[in-house]
Structures are given as structure tokens and as C-alpha cells.
């Protein structure tokens, strides 16, 4: 058993190098001589501060499209602080005039959006990003024309369709559906606002049929910048361009103070050269994507498999309960898993068909990969190459999450244990939300023993997989 798991995850980690984080996609064409500016722009500001030990620069300064990323450049001492940008220059949703398209090339005053939340900060970035004497922090982000196609939300059809059969959604996230992501995202929540044309046509960039005028790829831009660097509903200068990581390298602690500043000291002792890190899934102002907030989430929302540690987290109305999160040891750097919630025998099942299908997935697209034929089927012909990488690099993830999973818990001791945490059996909190649901809320036994998983789910796929039924 030990040798299969090894040859197994010696096959899984033979993936292309894994992204540092949303901020860490960079144009060739950035200037650097933009951050100066917006570094200077910060300091200058009544109030601000920005310690003399860290600086933005390239993963790689030898290469002009590498990463970028906020670096110490000397070592940092636990506890000291490393930035605070006082709340005027931080961008907030405004009051916004929209501009009728009366179709002259023209435009008249129509109404003012005023208020707060997603589609106003779209807006009010939007304004900012067509002046022509725009603001440091603004002219940081103008580089980026062309990055959003990172996120899977706008990536090209054969994009998700490829991602759709080689990952499929019930490995992703259950509240995303990859055909539908925009729709959440942007389409339904603010085109009413925006009176842009129906999606088939504004996808295409055709913006004829909108009530306003934009222009789309910066409207497309805008949005981007909103969903992948907004803090909930702000946009923080220096502070957007620290890129994401939990576990061991998180080195950072927020000490802001709504509608004061966004600040924060170093948690850990940092040493020079080393990269400074947020997380996107574990602060304080983001804890309503709660614990079960997991890799295949980060992947979605901004387009990278993220570094270890990395989260898995299933959670299948009465038929799966599956919580776990993969680590290097401190020691050795070897993979190793930790449960987050109880394992049963329903979580090695779902396991151990998962690996097996995904494993055969990728012999198949290999093989695929050197037949014209095949190709068809999974749309290669018509794929940006770096949407295929992205898709093979999460693919890869969950294939590295299975055989860690399973070889740590060779041992373990299966219980149903789960089945009696209530609804946020996941939560570090579950015994207090356990305590205040009704007992008779749901019949865990009944459902523990009854449900059939084995025959709900197998390892067999739909055919739109492109796959046979069996193994």
C-alpha cells in the first residue's frame, strides 16, 4: 500500500510551478517606475506609514514578467509594524453619475448611483480608471489590461469546459457552477445597475444594446480589480499587492481600524528577502467565507491553485462529510494530512473512487494529448494555453490531496461521529452552534445508516465526461 501511495504522489507532484496569489499575475509591459511612484504617493499621505524594511519589487528582478510581491528587505522583528494607509486615500464606493447612451458618440447626465457595496465600487474604480490625471494607486493597477482572464469566471468556453471535465463541480465548491460563475459574480448582481446589454452580447464585448456608456475592457477591468484585490468592499492602496498564504509563511497581523486605517505588524520574526503574506480566506474582515472556505474556493474567486497548506472540504447534504487540510511537516517538508472533523467510512470511500478516476483522467488526457482525434473531445485545439495549465495544476492538487489524505489515514479510527455535529459540523465552533439547533433538526443515525453512498456515488461519470461508466 505504501508503494502505491508513493508512486501515486510521486506522479500527482510532477506539476508546473504553483502561483503565489491573485497579486502575483504581473503584464510584461508594467512599469516599475509606476510602484515607485506609488510608494512615494503612500509615504506622502498625512498619517500614513510604510516601514523602511519592506518594498514591492519582482519574484525575479532579472525578469521583467516575473510576480511581483511585498518583500523585507531587512529582517523584521515580531510584533513591529509594517504599514498603516490612513482611510482618505483609501478607495471607497462613491456616488457615481452613469452617462445615458443616447447613440450620438455623445452622452447626457441620466441619474447618480449612490451607495455602497460591490457594483458601486466597480463604478467608482471604473471613473478613476478613465481619468487622465488618475491617482498612483490607480495607474499600479492599469497595467493589468488583460489579466482577468486568470479568473475562471472569464476564461474562454473551451477553458471551462475543460476544466469542467477534468475537475467537474462536484469536486468543486457546490455553491459555484463554472458555465454560471459570472452570473454570481457580476452579471446578476450589477447589470441592473449598469443597464448593460444581455450576457451573450456583453461577453462578446458588444455594447451596443447598453443603456450606459462604457467602455467594456474597462469595465472588465474594473471588475476584475473589485473581486480579486478589494478588501469586502474597499481598495487599499500597497496593501493590494501582498499576496496570499496560510499556515507557516502567513507572517502578518491586522491592527486596522474601520474608517482610520488598514494597517498591520509583523506576527513572526520576518527574515530580509523574505515575502510578506496575507490570506484571503483567514482574517477578520473576511470570516464570513467561514472554515469551510478550501483551496477549490481560492481557485474560483481568484484563479490560483494556492501554496500549501491547501483545504479540502466537502460537504454533501446526508452523504459525505469530508474536512481536511494538507501540510509540508516542518522537519522534513513531507506531505502529511490533518483531519478537520471526524472521518468515517463514507469520506475513504469517496476518496479512494475520486483518486482512482482522477487518476485514470489523466492517463486519458495525456493520451489524448498526442491524438488529433481526442483532442476534439476535450477542446485542446481551441485552448489558451494558460487556462489548460491552471486546470492540470488544480487537477494535480486534488489528485496530491487524495493519496496524502488516504496514506494518513491508514491508521485512523472511523467513527460517525460526524454525523451528530449538526449542520456546521465543520465549524472550531460547532459545539456552540450545535447547542443552539434544535435536537430533532435532523435525524443524523437514520440518515447515517439508511443512505446508500456506494450506489449514489460511485466511481462511474456522466458521459458528457467524455469517460466510460467504469474504471
Excluded at 506622502?44 to 532579472?62: G, K, V
Excluded at 450620438?104 to 448611483?113: D, F, K, R, V
Excluded at 491617482?135 to 473551451?158: D, E, Y
Amino acid at each position: 500500500m505504501h508503494v502505491l501511495f508513493k508512486s501515486l504522489l510521486l506522479c500527482a507532484t510532477t506539476i508546473a510551478a504553483r502561483s503565489a496569489g491573485a497579486a502575483a499575475i504581473e503584464s510584461s509591459n508594467a512599469d516599475d517606475d509606476v510602484i515607485s511612484e506609488l510608494t512615494n504617493w503612500v509615504k506622502s499621505a498625512p498619517d500614513a506609514f510604510l516601514s523602511d524594511n519592506i518594498a514591492i519589487r519582482r519574484f525575479d528582478d532579472n525578469d521583467p514578467e516575473s510576480p511581483r510581491g511585498v518583500f523585507a528587505t531587512e529582517d523584521i522583528a515580531a510584533d513591529e509594524p509594517l504599514f498603516s494607509i490612513p482611510w482618505d486615500i483609501v478607495m471607497k464606493p462613491e456616488p457615481v453619475v452613469l452617462l445615458k447612451n443616447d447613440g450620438s458618440g455623445g452622452g447626457n447626465s441620466a441619474e447618480t448611483m449612490d451607495g455602497t457595496g460591490k457594483c458601486q465600487m466597480i463604478l467608482t474604480l471604473y471613473d478613476e480608471m478613465i481619468k487622465p490625471d488618475a491617482t498612483p494607486f490607480v495607474k499600479s493597477m492599469k497595467p493589468q489590461k488583460q489579466r482577468h482572464r486568470a479568473i475562471p469566471t472569464l476564461w474562454s468556453h473551451s477553458g471551462k469546459k475543460y476544466l469542467s471535465r477534468i475537475v467537474y463541480n462536484s469536486l468543486l465548491p457546490t455553491r459555484e457552477d463554472i458555465y454560471n460563475h459570472e452570473h454570481d459574480l457580476f452579471w446578476d448582481e450589477c447589470s441592473e445597475h449598469l443597464g448593460l446589454p444581455v450576457w451573450e452580447e456583453f461577453a462578446e464585448g458588444n455594447m451596443e444594446n447598453a443603456e450606459y456608456k462604457y467602455d467594456y475592457e474597462t469595465l472588465i477591468d474594473a471588475w476584475f480589480m473589485q473581486a480579486t484585490r478589494a478588501d469586502v468592499d474597499i481598495l487599499v492602496p500597497y496593501y493590494s499587492m501582498i499576496n496570499h498564504s496560510n499556515g507557516r509563511r502567513h507572517n502578518t497581523v491586522e491592527t486596522s481600524v474601520v474608517g482610520k486605517h488598514v494597517s498591520a505588524k509583523a506576527s513572526r520574526t520576518i527574515a530580509k528577502g523574505e515575502q510578506i503574506y496575507i490570506s484571503y480566506s483567514h482574517c477578520e474582515r473576511c470570516s464570513l467565507r467561514g472554515d469551510g472556505y478550501s483551496t477549490g474556493d481560492i481557485f474560483l474567486d481568484y484563479g490560483f491553485v494556492e501554496e500549501y497548506p491547501r483545504t479540502f472540504f466537502f460537504d454533501w447534504d446526508s452523504s459525505l462529510r469530508l474536512f481536511f487540510q494538507v501540510d509540508r511537516t516542518e522537519t522534513t517538508g513531507a506531505l502529511d494530512a490533518t483531519f478537520l472533523a471526524p472521518l468515517d467510512q463514507k469520506a475513504m470511500t469517496f476518496m479512494t473512487s475520486e483518486l482512482q478516476y482522477l487518476m485514470r483522467l489523466k492517463v486519458m488526457l495525456s493520451d489524448a494529448e498526442s491524438s488529433s482525434s481526442s483532442n476534439d473531445d476535450y477542446h485542446m485545439d481551441a485552448l489558451p494555453p494558460h487556462e489548460k495549465a491552471a486546470s492540470d495544476e488544480l487537477h494535480d492538487a486534488y489528485i496530491t490531496a487524495f493519496v496524502v489524505a488516504l496514506q494518513s489515514a491508514e491508521n485512523a479510527t472511523l467513527t460517525n461521529d460526524v454525523w451528530h455535529r449538526g449542520s456546521h459540523w465543520y465549524a472550531s465552533d460547532w459545539e456552540e452552534w450545535m447547542a443552539g439547533e434544535q435536537e430533532d433538526e435532523w435525524d443524523y443515525d437514520y440518515h447515517y445508516d439508511e443512505y446508500d453512498f456506494d450506489a449514489e456515488y460511485d466511481i462511474s461519470r456522466p458521459s458528457h465526461y467524455g469517460l466510460d461508466s467504469e474504471l
